[in-house]
């Protein structure tokens, strides 16, 4: 068999035979050892896995048993996967990339109870901590550190504004100790200023037709009128000459007679005004109780309750948890862009030593990693988490790859999953095919209850303990802005106790009894240096009206009280002022009235004797015709 090479044979079978048995002894533990490290280093807690087992023979890895706790609360995991299974593109392998063409990873749970703290021990946790201070310290200055810093100081701010409506009890003892009659200020009773309002009014009225009164002179027309009848006093009407005479006086009687006439409408004109202008008591009274009212409103938003203003609880109580969740979106889509590098298509130059050999990238040069799919399964239930109203759902991710721009196709995901009225949709898409990334993620999920989604406990101060939950999710990362959107509806709503409830979270529970329903809306938005954050939702119209029923007999009892003060207040005040009004404006119209029955009496004297002149020159007329006739009939018959 001297054809067969045994000097190139035996080597060979020697490298697969350790090949082999690195494979068998060795390279599970590596794998194992490097997806712990690494995935401690990003995620910065325990992460345990079962088993680790590659095959040789057609280059595949699976691993079981998967979980990544939690930093924030090391007894339960963010991300449990009971099998990851994937096999390698062995020629890719010999130009140093790795090429996935599919994965698979089923049993994919979250949010599920830890057997063993996930804390990392002490020692690790402090170097990591502080190789992560110190690429902090690097990317400090970056718009995405700049923002998630920013989201951390909000929700710490949020977190901090609970103290201010924590302690209600304090706000039942104020109701019940407010001072009424320190609060009932005459100095401060709108009702009160404008009485004496009136009161200068009414004064500079009555001053106003005490003038107008004084220049309608009766006297010197009452005088007048005397001696325009004292002139025709010794007038008769004897003779058809005296006819003349007599137009003539009666002339100037009409003359006086509309003087008179001109000075009682005066009289009547000054009457009006003052009816007007003083008006009667009722449109005083009104005016007076409207003030009161408007009193009474200012006085009772003095009240403690009238500190909890809309949106002020729900952006305290969901607001920090909402922000954190947020800054771990971010803090994740960082990492990816993190181990996700810029990359461009280079002209690779490789020396030798005998010439030079120029390599370009082909069209469809591969990325040096690559995962084509993932064909991803799970399950919203798992340990600690109610499993009777758990379901599956399934997906795929597409194109994950550590150069985008190379590959050419953005990161896709669609994930979904149905079980009656629940639903799971998740839609990604990560962009890093351009210059600026884009990132974006629509997440839908519907049916499901408050405790499997982390919303149990809100604030420390309201335990929702059950309910179907509808959270629809947008959110956009382009380069360094961000806009998002949570929209979330809790129906059929059950509150819950705290296994160990303090006088807070008691008063919180007995306002929130009967609620049916929360709705809550949060916009979420950054640009450079603009942050806007804005949350509402109906706990807060919930919560006041929840508040004033608790100390709702105090209140109406208070209110009462507040009530009678301001009446007590205004009304000695308030009939001075309507006295005042009844006696100025009787007292006016005494006066005019008294004015117009003179002249009245005196126009009517002047009628009088126009009327008695006129009859005598009818009665002269009637003689002269009768002459006349006479004398006709005497010419015509003869002596």
Known sequence: MKFIRWKAIIPTVIILVLLSIFSIFCLDGIIKKTIIKTGESVFGARVDIVSVKTKFKDMSVKIHGLQVADKNDVWKNILEIEKIGFAVSPLQLLSKKLIIDEMITE????????????????????????????????????????????????????????????????????????????????????????????????????????????QIDVNAKSKEITEALNSVKDLKIKSPADIVTAKEKISKLKETQESAKQMLDQIKTAKNSIAADFGGQEDFINRINKLKTADYDNIMSKLPIGNFKTGNITKTLIGPACLNRVNSIIRYIKLARKYTPKSKKKKVVKKRQKGMDVVFEKEKEMPDFLIRKIVISGTTGGNGK??????????????????????????????????????????????????????????????????????????????????????????????????????????????????????????????????????????????????????????????????????????????????????????????????????????????????????????????????????????????????????????????
């Open 386 to 639: 109610d499993n009777k109203k758990s379901f599956d759902f399934s997906g795929n991710v597409f194109d994950i790859t550590s150069n985008p721009l190379l590959w050419g196709r953005p990161t896709i995901a669609r994930i979904s999953g149905k079980q009656k009225r629940q639903v799971i949709k998740m839609d990604l898409e990560f962009d890093h095919t351009k210059e600026i990334p884009r990132d974006e993620m629509s997440i839908l999920l519907t049916g499901m209850t408050p405790k499997a989604l982390g919303m149990g406990n809100m604030g420390d101060v309201l335990i929702v303990d059950d309910g179907e939950v509808k959270i629809d999710t947008e959110f956009v990362m382009v380069g360094d802005d961000i806009n998002s959107k949570i929209d979330v509806n809790i129906t059929k709503v059950k509150m819950g106790t705290f296994e160990k409830e303090n006088e807070t979270q008691k008063i919180f529970r007995q306002m929130m009894k009967n609620i049916k329903a929360i709705i809550i809306g949060i916009k979420l938005a950054s640009r450079k240096d603009d942050f806007d954050f804005k949350v509402n939702s109906n706990l807060d119209d919930i919560l006041k009206d929840g508040m004033k029923s608790l100390v709702g007999e105090k209140m109406t009892e208070l209110k009462a009280k507040i009530r009678s003060e301001i009446d007590k207040q205004v009304a000695e005040k308030q009939k001075e002022l309507l006295g005042n009004l009844t006696g100025k404006k009787a007292e006016l119209l005494k006066n005019l009235t008294s004015k117009e029955q003179t002249v009245s009496s005196k126009k009517a004297e002047l009628q009088s004797k126009i009327d008695s002149f006129q009859d005598e020159i009818k009665n002269q007329g009637k003689e002269k015709v009768k002459e006349e006739i006479k004398d006709k009939l005497k010419g015509l018959f003869g002596k």
């Open 107 to 214: 049993g994919i749970r979250w949010g599920t109870k830890r057997e063993t703290s996930g804390a990392l021990p002490p020692g690790k946790k402090k170097k990591l901590e502080k190789k992560q201070k110190e690429e902090e310290e690097k990317d400090k200055d970056s718009a995405t550190s700049k923002i998630m810093a920013s989201l951390k100081k909000k929700a710490a701010a949020e977190a901090n504004n609970l103290t201010a409506i924590s302690n209600i009890k304090e706000v039942q003892k104020q109701v019940a100790d407010f001072d009424v009659k320190k609060a009932v200020d005459s100095d401060n009773l709108a009702s009160l200023k404008e009485i004496n309002s009136m009161k200068s009014e009414l004064a500079e009225k009555e001053k106003k037709y005490k003038a107008m009164a004084d």
